[in-house]
């Protein structure tokens, strides 16, 4: 299966596309889909998402600049949802600065999956299991290139080495970060803390999360967005 790794979600079509924001919008998607949510509705927009989940009775949480919105219940923190939904609904709307609107862009491909280090295995299976050339889109900030995005894309990539027993074709951004997430391997965290979004979080206080999203394969989920929301394929 060959596998391109890019920053932009053009040329999708046919491909199995997987969207990382590692910091953190995939870490907090995969986190509330593993931890008893049904369903997380990504939404590029603040006001479209208040209004989606004012309409349909659904929680609401985002963040601008690596904050929670004001007036909003709730923030990007997948430790805000690693406990699942407390009383009421059980569907999350969620809008972030780059990630929730990259996944809806995304949408142009044949099966878009969410991934991130805490479902680098899952996503690995699930990418090979539907066995068509893989985009790995690395979300990144404001259209720029994360290392926190490639890493998540490399773990990904290791783990297809060991599951097929060997290294998928790849373009020289794949390689890249392959070779990425083979000199974090044994402390994911520090990749996490090296970057500028990451260093960007520490300043806001926010190390519990870093430590959260470098926990390598914890979950064994791999979300895919039908075009509307995201969920666990099976889950009803
Ligand atoms: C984003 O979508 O840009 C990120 O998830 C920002 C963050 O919450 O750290």
Not at 33 to 42: I, K, N
Not at 93 to 107: D, P, Q
Not at 163 to 190: I, K, N, T, V, W
Request: hydrophobic fraction near 50%.
């Amino acid at each position: 299966i060959p596998v391109a790794a890019s920053c932009d979600v053009t040329d999708l079509a046919g491909t199995t596309a997987v969207v990382f924001d590692v910091l953190r919008a995939t870490s907090t998607i995969v986190t509330a889909l593993a931890s008893g949510f049904r369903l997380v509705y990504p939404v590029a927009e603040a006001d479209e998402a208040r209004a989606l989940a004012e309409a349909r009775g659904f929680l609401l949480a985002g963040e601008r600049g690596g904050e929670k919105i004001a007036g909003f219940p709730h923030g990007n923190s997948p430790l805000e949802f690693s406990a699942g939904p407390a009383a009421g609904s059980d569907a999350l709307v969620l809008t972030t600065s780059n990630g929730t609107g990259a996944i809806r862009k995304a949408a142009a491909a044949a099966c878009v999956l969410t991934g991130s280090l805490l479902n680098a295995r899952a996503v690995a299976a699930a990418v090979l299991r539907e066995g068509r050339d893989v985009q790995l889109v690395c979300a990144g900030t404001a259209g720029e290139f994360s290392l926190e995005d490639a890493l998540g894309a490399g773990f990904v990539l290791v783990e297809m080495e060991q599951a097929a027993g060997g290294l998928p074709e790849m373009d020289d951004l794949a390689m890249a970060a392959y070779d990425l997430a083979r000199f974090y391997s044994r402390d994911p965290l520090a990749g996490l803390r090296a970057g500028r979004h990451g260093q960007k979080l520490l300043r806001l206080g926010r190390e519990a999360d870093l430590r959260w999203c470098a926990r390598l394969n914890r979950f064994d989920l791999a979300p895919v967005f039908t075009g509307d929301c995201l969920m666990v394929p099976g889950v009803e």
